[in-house]
């Protein structure tokens, strides 16, 4: 027999308490339609009546299965509960569920609230029996929790079995501060004695835990779990659900155990991704199951199982999460990694002296301070150039870039970078010059500049590389060989929606940029459309 177990999404709450993320309300309404998508039970849209935003996204919420639930606080002291704005503006919002935070840690109540540890239960009472009172399903997310139970384990039992009485569906524990380790979150819960399906779990991330004092709480008896996409959240975020929601579906004792509503679970992938593109943050590639490396198989040694069978170095199959198997090369591969990423170019080859040289030629250019793991186009120019796929389309003369700081026509003092790319195509020698200025006069800088100037002009092979977009730049200092020098990684991507990234390395910042940009536009070429 199955039982339920209820994921709780605090993205448009807690997650919005991440320094830097500020959502608009239009976000807010396609990230819950999302998480309504992948199935979650209970989706915190925010606190209405705290910020223009919350109050507009909860005049207009999106209509979701999941059930909508507002945020916010007890009611102060020296006033009920019908006369406290700040609870009125939550309740108005309309929501079927409401999560109120309640103190139950005797130094929050005396120290930031200021006021006697019986107003304070009186304030939990009150609050939740006027929410439960206009019909509302009632939550109390009980704040610091763990802490509270150290300090004062009757008082913080007390926090709770007054909300329970007076009829909250659920008692959320949690550990606001982040410090309790998930062994004691587990003995506490044990000892409560209050029955599972009435208790949340709402853990942070400040020891890096919270997925696991998430677990060590449904072990111990909770059925409700609160988290964040991605893991945002205040501090150092919440219990991350892009990593418990797959480790509770596929993982023992909780896939057996549990029934959850996650229709979608293929579909995380794409939801963690949107979410990063929203926040224009760059994905963790290292992130569990859904980073771009949590299937990526550099070692030698693993490449050459798992081309055997996947099993030898996957915990699940990649596809479960949405994600997918990578071989990269890099000085860690073997024959075994060359010939999957080969065949994966469509550049399959039997040629052993051939697939020898390429392997020698990635390891010698990574000692001078080159990479190809996160590089694949790069590596591709090499592949072909050792297999004699590599057409040579253009012959590159010279190049300058020129930055200059000059005055405007409004005396501002701006910079602008310039570019001349000179090239010889089928004979006939096309000199380009492009200027980085962007739509609102901005500099973008020398490497957008030549960059511009490359895709210019390639005579017949114009029409091949005119979708080509600049989509990331990233610099490192090196240590190659000998000597400092300066890595560049680019990405582009096309109107086909292909992404490709590409190396260069040199001493000289612009001749690496060159180098990588190079790269990309003969792989574009080489695609042939
Ligand atoms: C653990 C958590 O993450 S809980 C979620 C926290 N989230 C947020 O704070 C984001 C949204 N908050 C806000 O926009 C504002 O803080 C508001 C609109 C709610 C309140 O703003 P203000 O009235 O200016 O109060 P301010 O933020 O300075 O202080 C919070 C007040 O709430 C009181 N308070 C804090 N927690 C509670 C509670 N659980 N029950 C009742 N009152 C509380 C504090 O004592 C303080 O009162 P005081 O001003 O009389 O000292
Ligand atoms: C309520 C909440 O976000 C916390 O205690 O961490």
């Known amino acids: 027999m199955t039982e339920r177990l209820y994921l709780y999404d605090t993205t448009l709450r807690d997650g919005q308490q991440t320094q830097g993320v500020q959502f608009s309300t239009a976000e807010k309404v396609e990230i819950a339609q999302m998480l309504d998508a992948l199935g979650l039970d209970h989706i915190e849209g925010g606190w ?27 009611k102060r002291a020296g006033r009920s509960a019908e006369n406290d704005d700040v609870l009125a503006a939550v309740l108005n919002a309309g929501t079927s569920s409401v999560c109120l935070v309640g103190k139950t840690h005797t130094f ?14 009186e304030n939990i009472r009150a609050s939740v029996a006027h ?35 007076a009829g909250a569906r659920w008692v959320v524990l949690c550990d606001t501060n982040g410090g309790t ?128 069978n996947p099993k030898t170095y996957e915990h699940i199959p990649p596809e479960a999460v949405g994600n997918a198997r990578i071989v990269p090369m ?14 994966d170019a469509g550049l399959s080859t ?4 051939a697939l020898r040289r390429i392997l020698e030629r990635v390891k010698i250019q990574e000692d001078k301070g080159y990479s190809y793991d996160g590089a694949q186009a790069s590596f591709e120019m090499i592949a072909r150039d050792e297999l004699s796929l590599l057409p040579s389309f253009f012959e590159v003369k010279r190049y300058r870039v020129t930055v200059e700081r000059r005055k405007n026509k409004y005396n501002q003092m701006v910079s602008l970078s310039e570019a001349v790319v000179v090239v010889k195509v089928d004979g006939d020698k096309k000199l380009s010059v492009s200027e980085s200025m962007d739509e609102t006069g901005g500099d973008r800088g020398p490497v957008n500049a030549l960059s511009k100037a490359l895709f210019k002009d390639l005579g017949p092979y114009q029409a091949q590389i005119n979708d080509i977009r600049l989509i990331d730049f990233r610099v ?14 680019i990405d582009h991507e ?35 459309t």
């Open 494 to 528: 096309d109107g086909k929606g292909r992404r490709w990234s590409t190396v260069g390395v040199s001493p000289n910042i612009v001749d690496a940029s060159f180098e990588a940009l190079l790269d990309a536009v003969r792989w574009k070429l080489c695609q042939g």
């Open 181 to 308: 380790m998930p062994s004691r979150i587990g003995e506490v819960i044990d000892g409560l004695d209050l029955p599972g399906d009435r208790l949340g779990i709402h853990t942070h991330n400040d020891t890096e835990q919270a997925v696991a004092g998430s677990l060590a709480a449904i072990d111990a008896g909770v059925r409700q779990v609160q988290g964040t996409l991605n893991g945002l959240g205040e501090r150092c975020g919440n219990a991350n659900l892009t990593s418990l929601i797959p480790t509770l579906l596929l993982k023992e004792p909780y896939a057996s155990r549990f029934q959850t509503g996650v229709r979608d679970l293929p579909g995380l992938l794409r939801v963690s991704r949107r979410l990063d593109d929203i926040l224009n943050r760059v994905p963790r590639r290292e992130a569990a199951y859904v980073g771009a490396s949590a299937f990526a198989h550099k070692a030698g040694l693993h490449a050459s199982a798992i081309l055997k």
């Open 330 to 343: 890099s000085n860690q591969a073997g024959l075994s990694n060359l010939r999957k990423r080969l065949a």
């Open 131 to 165: 929410v439960v009172a206009q019909g509302r399903e009632a939550l109390l997310d009980a704040e610091h929790f763990f802490d509270g139970f150290e300090a004062d384990p009757a008082y913080a039992r007390a926090c709770l079995a007054t909300a329970l009485d």
């Open 108 to 121: 929050h109540v005396e120290t930031a609230l200021g006021i006697s540890l019986d107003e304070n239960l």
């Open 48 to 74: 209405p009546g705290a910020n223009p935003t919350d109050s507009e996204f909860f005049a207009a919420p999106p209509k979701t299965r999941a059930t909508m639930t507002a945020f916010g606080m007890t």
């Open 476 to 489: 490192r200092i090196m240590q190659g060989g000998t000597e400092a020098v300066t890595r560049v990684i």
């Open 350 to 353: 039997d040629d052993d002296g």
